[in-house]
């Protein structure tokens, strides 16, 4: 049972434009998610979060946008650079004041054209 | 600051054999260590994750194993290696929010 989906596995998209990666999860237990970003034969990187009290988080070319009545959240990427190609993990907690286990979507890959 | 070490980087093992990879962690205390793997075309499956000394919690029946002998080190393991256990292994730990990954283990059995 996929908690946490990534229904594209794959998206590619011109420097210069916005990335749109699309998570949606089905426990609503969740209450704190995460992007991770990772590149081939490496650990995935922490990239942004948010928690359910919020609806978006900014952090500079990044933002996140929660919608809980959807149980939907989408990482969105602007100005796209080639950099940015790698693979994109969402991901979810139902507890965010603890260490509680992470789950994962299945990831998207982000292939940003020069 | 806080590191973690994980190796080997790659590994090539066949059929049958053991297995024994390695995880450590500097810097922090206590923390909550977990193992994942990502086998080709699919995502990050959790696969133990630890609490604390000798506290370990299985997602998944499987043929590997896993064991925390000291606070900051993490071990998964194998008797016998199958086909379906290549894939890509990442140890990570967390304190309070958000893991923390490893490089990862690029293992391939043939």
């Known amino acids: 049972d996929q908690q946490v989906k990534q229904n594209s596995p794959s998206l590619s998209v011109q420097e210069g434009r916005i990335s749109i990666l699309n998570c949606d999860y089905t426990?609503?237990?969740?209450?704190?998610f995460l992007w991770y970003k990772k590149y081939p034969a490496e650990g995935p990187t922490f990239l942004i979060s948010?928690?359910?009290?919020?609806d978006k988080n900014e952090d500079g070319r990044f933002t996140v946008f929660l919608n809980k009545s959807a149980k939907h959240l989408s990482l969105h990427i602007v100005p796209s650079q080639p950099g940015d190609s790698a693979v994109y993990f969402c991901?979810?907690?139902?507890?965010?004041?603890?260490?509680?286990?992470?789950?994962f979507g299945t990831g998207t890959r982000l292939a940003v054209r020069p | 600051s806080q590191t973690i070490h994980q190796w080997p980087a790659t590994l090539v093992q066949p059929v049958g054999s053991p297995l024994s990879l390695e995880c450590t962690v500097e810097?922090?205390?206590?923390?909550?260590l977990y193992w994942y793997r990502q086998a080709a075309g699919r995502g990050l499956q959790l696969l133990f994750y630890?609490?604390?000394?000798?506290?370990i919690s299985s997602e998944v029946p499987q043929n590997l194993s896993a064991s925390r002998p000291q606070d900051r080190q993490f071990i998964l393991s194998s008797k016998k290696l199958l086909l379906s256990d290549s894939g890509f292994y990442l140890c990570?730990?967390?304190?309070?929010?958000?893991?923390?990954f490893g490089s990862g283990t690029r293992l391939t059995v043939v």
């Open positions: 990570a730990w967390s304190v309070r929010l958000g893991y923390t």
């Open positions: 426990n609503s237990m969740f209450d704190y």
């Open positions: 948010i928690s359910s009290i919020k």
């Open positions: 991901a979810a907690s139902p507890n965010q004041s603890s260490g509680d286990k992470l789950t």
């Open positions: 810097g922090t205390s206590n923390p909550n």
């Open positions: 630890s609490v604390g000394i000798g506290q």
